[in-house]
């Protein structure tokens, strides 16, 4: 597609409940990011993918926290029993190449809201 | 880790001005992008720009990655131009695993 897009753009959960959110990289890109973004600051790296290859998952805060980018194209990023805390924006980001220079295209973001 | 510096925090411009708004960085870094967050939150990338100068329109960038920090230059801004501005860097040299400092917020009055 011609960009990073992200479903669905709002998502209001109960706590204890299970999310899932969608990303669907620009066609071709080999790297996929996510990443949070909490009210008023700088987005925070969750986890990396090139390809299928799940190569750092190192910024995921919890085991309640799981990615997935099983054909190497769209990602899935589940959160498990969500919490308060978890209430963010989440965006996903891909870029073309697999190393090195990576230029990063965002999605518009998934925000979601736990009550 | 890498710890990434915006400066200043907040900035009001009558349309027209011109602005830097700067970045330092603790470490070398490798990779190093600047982002504008618009108001509906769509982070769009600016620059790629690890080193030396670039220049988009309006908008230039310099980074001196001897020093440690790189300036992002608008001028004749517009009120499209508000939003958030975002330095990021990436010091592992393994993947872009940026780390974001904490935005500078530019408000453009008409």
């Known amino acids: 597609g011609a960009g990073v897009s992200q479903s669905p753009r709002y998502k209001v959960a109960k706590r204890g409940q299970d999310v899932a959110l969608r990303c669907d990289p620009i066609?071709?890109?080999?790297?996929l990011f996510w990443y949070q973004q909490a009210l008023g600051q700088g987005p925070e790296f969750l986890t990396y993918?090139?390809?299928?290859?799940?190569?750092?998952k190192s910024g995921l805060p919890s085991d309640r926290f799981f990615a997935e980018r099983p054909e190497g194209s769209v990602s899935t990023l589940k959160i498990q029993r969500t919490q308060q805390e978890d209430s963010a924006v989440y965006l996903c980001?891909?870029?073309?190449?697999?190393?090195?220079?990576?230029?990063?295209?965002f999605g518009a973001g998934s925000r979601l809201t736990v009550l | 880790g890498i710890q990434v510096e915006q400066s200043p925090p907040d900035l009001i411009l009558q349309e027209g001005a011109n602005s830097t708004l700067r970045c330092n960085f603790s470490?070398?870094?490798?990779?190093l992008q600047w982002f504008h967050q618009n108001p509906w939150g769509q982070l769009i990338n600016l620059f790629y720009i690890p080193s030396g100068t670039k220049q988009n329109g309006r908008l230039s960038a310099t980074t001196v990655a001897t020093e440690r920090y790189s300036l992002l230059y608008i001028s004749s801004s517009q009120t499209t131009d508000s939003g958030v501005y975002f330095c990021a860097v990436d010091h592992t040299g393994a993947n872009s695993k940026l780390t974001f400092g904490k935005g500078i917020t530019l408000s453009v009055r008409p």
């Open positions: 066609s071709g890109h080999v790297s």
């Open positions: 993918f090139q390809n299928e290859a799940q190569l750092d």
């Open positions: 470490d070398s870094v490798n990779n």
């Open positions: 980001a891909s870029s073309l190449s697999g190393v090195g220079a990576n230029v990063l295209t």
